[in-house]
T-cell receptor, first 112, second 110 residues
Framework: GQNIDQPTEMTATEGAIVQINCTYQTSGFNGLFWYQQHAGEAPTFLSYNVLDGLEEKGRFSSFLSRSKGYSYLLLKELQMKDSASYLC?????????????FGTGTKLQVIP | NAGVTQTPKFQVLKTGQSMTLQCAQDMNHEYMSWYRQDPGMGLRLIHYSVGAGITDQGEVPNGYNVSRSTTEDFPLRLLSAAPSQTSVYFCAVISGNTIYFGEGSWLTVV
């Protein structure tokens, strides 16, 4: 099976940097997703990591260490609109390549 | 969410009633899934399909039925609705390294 852990809630200040961590234990690993979800809306894609290292996309970066079962999402220059839940999800090999398991999400509140 | 159409958006059911949530995609992708989302529980996989005629169970399949007769459609059936099935349901299509979600269906069972 798969177990994914991420903090339940975080608070950060507008303009600051915040790091949201995700740890996972899986019987197989084929990639890790990060999604953003605003209240009452569907999740939207942020990043996908399959190799170790940091991938940067504008204000958002995602890091993966497969040996440690660890990923983080880094949000820079926080804006009020970044207040949302951030979902970590792992694509495993157990049960099929397309079986994707989500963590419970981290609710980020950005304050002025 | 372009390409993934999910209906209805809102539905109230009485306990014991049956209903079908519809999901259709126009991207011609093989992999489709249904998730439910509850407060504090995150997205949990109900059923998924790797192509027409092939379905499999996820984490929480009990009380739900699926079929995949075409690539485009992946309906989710609630056989006899229970209050525990009150939730938000998302259909998802996997295309390469991206998951596209439908807009969600808010279901209340009273």
């Amino acid at each position: 099976g798969q177990n994914i852990d991420q903090p339940t809630e975080m608070t950060a200040t507008e303009g600051a940097i915040v790091q949201i961590n995700c740890t996972y234990q899986t019987s197989g690993f084929n990639g890790l997703f990060w999604y953003q979800q605003h209240a009452g809306e569907a999740p939207t894609f942020l990043s996908y990591n399959v190799l170790d290292g940091l991938e940067e996309k504008g204000r958002f970066s995602s890091f993966l260490s497969r040996s440690k079962g660890y990923s983080y999402l880094l949000l820079k220059e926080l804006q009020m609109k970044d207040s949302a839940s951030y979902l970590c999800a792992v694509r495993g090999s157990s049960g099929g390549y397309q079986k994707v398991t989500f963590g419970t999400g981290t609710k980020l509140q950005v304050i002025p | 969410n372009a390409g993934v159409t999910q209906t209805p958006k809102f539905q109230v059911l009485k306990t014991g009633q049956s209903m079908t949530l519809q999901c259709a995609q126009d991207m011609n992708h093989e992999y489709m899934s249904w998730y439910r989302q509850d407060p504090g529980m995150g997205l949990r996989l109900i059923h998924y399909s790797v192509g027409a005629g092939i379905t499999d169970q996820g984490e929480v399949p009990n009380g739900y039925n699926v079929s995949r007769s075409t690539t485009e459609d992946f309906p989710l059936r609630l056989l006899s609705a229970a209050p525990s099935q009150t939730s938000v349901y998302f259909c998802a299509v996997i295309s390469g390294n991206t998951i596209y979600f439908g807009e969600g269906s808010w279901l209340t069972v009273v």
